[in-house]
């Protein structure tokens, strides 16, 4: 059961630009959605993470939406840059970082 | 502050032949997860340990994968024969308790041949 849908597949953005990545939850338990950032041959790392508390978290170029209603939330990423070109997963658990389940990954590439 | 650490990063074996990977959590965390990552796909967890106790490996494949968390510290995670499918990146991440944030190390990317 695919718990966390994760769009678009890849995404091409020019440098300065805004980068948008969607996921979309289906288990109201979730309480911890966070964005982990995978450079190739690297183990993914925790870029920002957000509780259902709150509607918005920026730290940075970083910011996550969260609707809950809607069961989505998203990650922006401002004033992109070619360093951030990378593999983006979201994911989602209940109870903290217990059982984190991960979307499906997006490629992020930005062009110079 | 040392990271997770694992060993080796890639290893390329013969089906049939049996594996293990080693993973040295960061220093005071009781909490550490095994992952697995196939090409192109988010990682799913395989097993949880919560000090020296598996909490939660209800995804491990119990017929051929064994794990162990010897004194709480360090961990290994064995197959026993491997499978061409389970050609993969294998993720070790710890985090402090089982509410924090989980770091994860660089993978041992297994190739079975």
Redesign the interface.
């Known amino acids: 059961q695919q718990q966390?849908k994760?769009s678009p597949q890849s995404l091409i953005v020019q440098k300065g630009g805004i980068s948008i990545i969607n996921c979309a939850y289906e288990n109201t338990a979730f309480d911890y959605f966070?964005w982990?950032q995978q450079f190739p041959?690297?183990?993914?790392?925790?870029l920002i993470?957000i509780r259902p508390d709150v509607s918005e978290k920026k730290e940075g170029r970083f910011t996550i939406s969260f609707n809950k209603s809607a069961k989505q939330f998203s990650l922006h990423i401002m004033d992109s840059q070619p360093g951030d070109s990378a593999t983006y997963?979201c994911?989602a658990s209940s109870?903290?970082?217990?059982?984190?389940v991960?979307?499906?990954?997006t490629r992020l590439t930005i062009n110079p | 502050e040392a990271g997770v650490v694992q060993s080796p990063r890639y290893k390329i074996i013969e089906k049939k032949q049996p594996v293990a990977f080693w993973c040295n959590p960061i220093s005071g965390h009781n909490t550490l997860y095994w992952y697995l990552q196939n090409l192109g796909q988010g990682p799913e967890l395989l097993i949880r340990y919560e000090n020296e106790e598996a909490v939660d490996d209800s995804q491990l494949p119990k017929d051929r994968f064994s794990a162990e968390r010897l004194k709480g510290v360090d961990s290994t995670l064995k197959i026993q024969p491997a499978e061409l499918g389970d050609s993969a990146v294998y993720l070790c991440a710890s985090s402090f308790n089982e509410n924090t944030e989980a770091f994860f190390g660089q993978g041992t990317r297994l190739t079975v041949v």
């Open positions: 966390v994760q966070p982990y041959g690297k183990g993914p790392a925790l993470a997963f994911a109870l903290g970082a217990q059982k984190l991960f979307g499906q990954g």
